[in-house]
C-alpha cells in the first residue's frame, strides 16, 4: 500500500531460500517489529484458549502481532459496532499487533459455500455469509493492523478440479482489487496494511498466476493459503512454495496458513516461508499432550537463554511408547491426531511419573508440576490441565521459533533439523 509502514529487513538468506531478518513498522505507529523466521499468536476472539491475559505476560518472547479470525468475531459485528472503539481495546489487548485473517487454522469449515461475490465462515452460532462490503465494514470495525484479503480458499481438497481451481484463484484476485478499492477510500482503514492471497490448489500453473498476479497489486505482504496439514504432503507443498515465491518480491513477507508441525514448519522455512501461524500447541493441549520434542543448538544453554530439553530421554521414552509413535508418523496428515513431537500425558505410565514434562524447561508447568499431576488432572477432567499444558506448549513451540532463528543465524539448521526430527521415520522422509 502507498505510505505502509511495514518494512521486511533481511539480514540473511541462507540457500538461496531461508529468510533472516525483522519484519519493522508494525501497527498504527509503527512501534512494533517481528522476527522472521517466526510465528503469530493464535487466539480465541483474542484469548489464548485456556490462558487469561495476566497467565499468558509470564511467558516470555512472545510474538508481537496477536492473530484474530473473522469465524469467531463475526457474530458479534453488532455490538462491537456499538462500542465503536475496535476489537482491541474490546478484548483488552492494549499493547499488540492485530492481525486479522478469515479462518481459524485449528478448526475444519464445511466447503461448498462460495460464490462468485461471498465467501462463508462458521462460529458458533453457524454459517455467516459475506460479500466484499460486509468484509470490509468488518474491517472497519475490528480496526485490525494488518488483514488478510477476502479469497476463496476452498481448492485444497485432492478432489477440486482444474476448472474448479482456476475459478478460486479468479475470484481471489476479484475480491482484492474490491477491498483494495474500499479499503483506499476508508478514512477508518488509514495506516492498516492489506495481506494478498495466493490460491491456486495444487496445480503448479494456477499457484504461479496467482501469485504473479497478488504480487502486481498494492499489498504489505501474501497469504499462503489452501496448503494446510492434510491437503498435501510436503514434496508437493515445497514444490508449490517454491514456484510461487519465485514470482513474489523478496521484500514482502510471506504467511503460510494452516501448517504448524515442527517438520513442516522446518521445510517451509527452507523453501522461503516466513511466518506462521501458532495453533499447533492448542491442537496439542486439546489431545491432552505436551510438546516434547528437542531443538537445542547451544552448547551454552544459560547463554542463549534456554535450558536443553532433555532429547536422549525423550527418543527412549518415544522407543518405548512404539505404538504412539507410529500412530503419530501414519497420520502425519491429520491435524486431530497425536504427532511423533508429543507426549500422551493421559497414558497410564505416566501415573506415577514424578519428572517435569520436559527436562530443563523453564515454564511455570514444568518448573512447578510432575507428569503425574498433569496426567491426575487430565482423567478427572480438571480445567487447570489445559492451562498448564497450554502454559508448556506456547513456551515449548515460541522456543522452536527462537532455536530456527539461532540455527539460521549460527548455520546450524542442520543440526537443528536433526535435533527436531530425531533419527527415526521423520528424518527419512525430509530427505529429498
Not at 187 to 210: H, M, P, Q
Not at 226 to 232: D, W
Not at 304 to 332: C, F, H, I, M, Y
Amino acid at each position: 500500500m502507498a505510505g505502509s509502514r511495514m518494512q521486511l529487513e533481511l539480514s540473511r538468506v541462507v540457500q538461496g531460500r531461508s529468510r533472516l531478518g525483522v519484519l519493522k513498522g508494525l501497527g498504527r505507529t509503527g512501534q512494533h517489529s517481528l522476527e522472521i523466521p517466526g510465528c503469530l499468536l493464535y487466539t480465541h476472539f483474542g484469548t489464548v484458549p485456556h490462558l487469561t491475559q495476566d497467565t499468558l505476560h509470564t511467558l516470555i518472547s512472545l510474538p508481537s502481532v496477536t492473530q484474530i479470525t473473522l469465524s469467531h468475531i463475526a457474530e458479534h459485528q453488532e455490538v462491537l459496532e456499538e462500542f465503536k472503539d475496535g476489537f482491541r481495546k474490546f478484548a483488552g489487548l492494549h499493547d499488540t499487533v492485530l492481525y486479522c485473517s478469515l479462518h481459524d487454522p485449528a478448526t475444519h469449515s464445511p466447503t461448498g459455500y462460495t460464490t462468485n461475490k461471498t465467501v462463508s465462515v462458521w462460529g458458533s452460532g453457524g454459517r455467516i455469509e459475506l460479500t466484499v462490503a460486509k468484509f470490509m465494514a468488518f474491517q472497519k470495525t475490528v480496526q485490525p493492523d494488518w488483514y488478510q484479503s477476502m479469497c476463496d480458499g476452498e481448492t485444497w481438497q485432492n478432489s477440486a478440479s482444474r476448472k474448479r481451481v482456476r475459478k478460486s484463484v479468479d475470484r481471489t484476485l476479484a475480491h482484492l482489487d474490491e477491498c483494495l478499492l474500499v479499503h483506499q477510500k476508508s478514512k477508518e482503514l488509514e495506516g492498516v496494511e492489506v495481506f494478498g492471497v495466493v490460491e491456486g490448489g495444487d496445480i503448479l500453473e494456477e499457484r504461479v498466476r496467482s501469485a504473479r498476479e497478488t504480487a502486481k497489486r498494492p499489498v504489505a505482504g501474501f497469504c499462503l493459503d489452501g496448503l494446510q496439514t492434510g491437503s498435501m504432503d510436503q514434496t508437493l507443498r515445497t514444490q508449490l512454495i517454491t514456484a510461487m515465491i519465485k514470482e513474489l518480491p523478496e521484500d514482502k513477507p510471506r504467511l503460510l496458513h494452516g501448517v504448524g508441525r515442527p517438520d513442516e514448519v522446518l521445510a517451509c522455512v527452507e523453501a522461503g516461508v516466513d511466518l506462521f501461524e501458532s495453533f499447533f500447541p492448542f491442537l496439542a493441549t486439546e489431545r491432552g499432550c505436551a510438546l516434547s520434542f528437542g531443538f537445542d543448538i547451544s552448547t551454552d544453554p544459560e547463554r542463549a537463554g534456554r535450558a536443553p530439553p532433555a532429547v536422549l530421554e525423550l527418543n527412549e521414552e518415544k522407543a518405548t511408547a512404539g505404538e504412539s509413535q507410529q500412530n503419530g508418523d501414519l497420520n502425519r496428515h491429520d491435524q486431530t491426531q497425536m504427532t511423533p513431537f508429543e507426549m500422551n500425558l493421559k497414558e497410564k505410565r505416566y501415573q506415577d511419573d514424578f519428572r517435569p514434562l520436559v527436562e530443563g524447561c523453564g515454564c511455570y508447568c514444568c518448573k512447578n508440576h510432575q507428569r503425574a499431576y498433569l496426567y491426575h488432572l487430565l482423567v478427572t477432567n480438571e480445567l487447570l490441565a489445559g492451562v498448564l499444558l497450554m502454559i508448556h506448549n506456547t513456551a515449548h513451540y515460541h522456543g522452536f521459533f527462537g532455536a530456527l532463528r539461532e540455527a539460521l543465524a549460527t548455520d546450524k539448521l542442520d543440526v537443528l533439523k536433526k535435533r527436531v526430527l530425531g533419527d527415526g521415520g521423520l528424518q527419512t522422509e525430509r530427505k529429498e
